[in-house]
């Protein structure tokens, strides 16, 4: 009775939106920052909800990443750090479209009922976290009433951070007693230092290779990656900061990865200055990393996005893990059958995906929305995700992890300092330094400087790891984006029926009779359309052998969808 009068009296101040209607998608709830108080309150009873469900800590992030700074998002991070359960989505769906407060009542005593949710006045916390976006502070205080509208739940607010801070913290609250963010910098920069005492050694001179000038999309990032800095004091790595919203530019705009890689122009505040020098790009709530450098001529950038870094961490990997088995001396008999496991997006560059299976490496396609590729990759003992965006990670096993962990112990007694052993003690520092619960780019950004440290390489080698086929990516504004329903990891249009035979007549996708007389229309041609889950567009994404093929594919494919 209580429980029920308190979130009757609070959900009356949050009346419920006129006509538009969210839905919990690729990364939450997300859209103009002033229709979202009603929606982040609600999303604040979820989250409690889901702490008493679990009774473990949870989290909740408001941000809207990569979007214009009047958008704002709020999105729920499950006690391993990972996304919300998807089985909870629908029941997030209902909470925020419920027309009054009864209505909202009854839908959560009826869900509580199904999930067997006890309300037994027990403490369970919800971190709130949020990105810079002035409008985060009103909609903290919403969140604030939401949780403290189920009794139990306590919000403890963690300021404002990086969603992959805040991905982290909960995952470590969850299992252990050092979750703040300072704790998050310790681990991160204890964990850089070793892998790079590691490396020294063996690498080649790194001469006009020790520096990277970062843009942080005039958001929370760059502010992280200064306080980062100071405590790694890196004597060989020169980290430059630009666009950390120090200078008053604005969240997102003509800024940050999502601009770098969509555009593939330099972002502001970069030009010829920086020709030469390693550049790199976060997304405005840093949980996206690409890298670039500027061009000396043409406007386009040479563009290093999250397909080359997933290749980049790929090679690493497997050349460690063959260090590792294949020392007969120094072997101790018990081989552990690594599986590792790579996931992509239809987005990925279709040169990325011939490359990495050249390397000899599984590769599965999820859709869109890293809480797919996630799932997927903890079926490896390691699995890397990445979406061609920037955002991705690295997920290690626990049974691989324990093994690592006694394969380097037998080794520090019959070979220690032997490359053997250091291969397993990179692995096991690669391990500390990249975040489980969510990509994230500061620590993807420094395992990456490692590597490329490690192999001697400059931007530009590792640029050439292949050649990335021109692509091409539009959006088109629709009236109802959910007309559009894909199957095949969303390369293939389902309904309207009639699309995908357009599509694949556009592309020249022709029965194997044609091919010996007809030339393909576009050779190397891929096209596939999705709707967005962040935005209401139906998004259109073309690759082909040359530029002016990818845009004319993706210019045809975009008039069909219209
Ligand atoms: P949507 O709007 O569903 O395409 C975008 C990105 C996703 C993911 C989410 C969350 C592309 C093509 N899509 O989703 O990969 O990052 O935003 O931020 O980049
Ligand atoms: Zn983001």
Known sequence: EAQRSLLLSSAVRFPPLEGARLSYGTAGFRTDASLLRSTVFRAGILAALRALKTRSVIGLVITASHNKVSDNGVKIADPTGEMLSQDWEPFADSLAAAPSPDHLLKGIIEFAEFEKIEFDGRKVEVLIGRDTRPSGQSLLEAAKLGIGSIIGAVAVDVGILTTPQLHWMVRAS??????????????????FRCLMDLILGGSESNEGNDKVVVDGANGVGGEKLLVLKEMLN??????????????????????????????????????????????????????????FTAPSSSSKIELVDGDKILSLFAVFIKEELSILNKEPDASTGDDYQCRIGVVQTAYANGASTDYLKRLGLEVFFTPTGVKYLHQKATQYDIGIYFEANGHG??????????WLDAKNNELSSVAKGSEQQKAALRLLAVSKLINPAVGDALSGMLLVEAILRHKGW??????????????????????????????????????????????????????????????????????????????DVIRVYAEASTQDAADSLANSVAKLVD
């Open 393 to 402: 990670t690295i997920l290690f096993s626990e049974p691989f992890l324990r």
């Open 234 to 291: 890196l004597k060989d790595l020169e980290i430059e900061v630009r666009n950390s919203g120090r200078e008053g530019g604005v969240l997102n705009e003509g800024v940050g990865a999502d601009f770098v890689q969509k555009e593939k122009v330099v972002p502001s505040g970069f030009g010829p200055q920086d020709v030469g020098i390693r550049c790199a790009s976060l997304d405005g709530d840093a949980d996206r990393l690409v890298y």
């Open 174 to 191: 969850n299992c252990s007693t050092q979750a703040s963010e300072f704790d998050y910098f310790e681990q991160l920069s204890r964990s």
């Open 458 to 535: 400059s931007i530009h080698r590792w640029s050439e790891l292949y050649h990335d086929l021109p692509s091409k990516q539009l959006k088109v504004k629709v009236v109802d984006r959910t007309a559009v329903v894909t199957a095949n990891a969303e390369t293939e249009v389902v309904k309207p029926p009639s699309i995908q035979e357009a599509i694949n007549a556009e592309t020249g996708t022709f029965a194997a009779y044609d091919t010996c007389c007809l030339k393909a229309k576009y050779p190397q041609g891929r096209c596939f359309i999705r709707p967005s889950g962040t935005e």
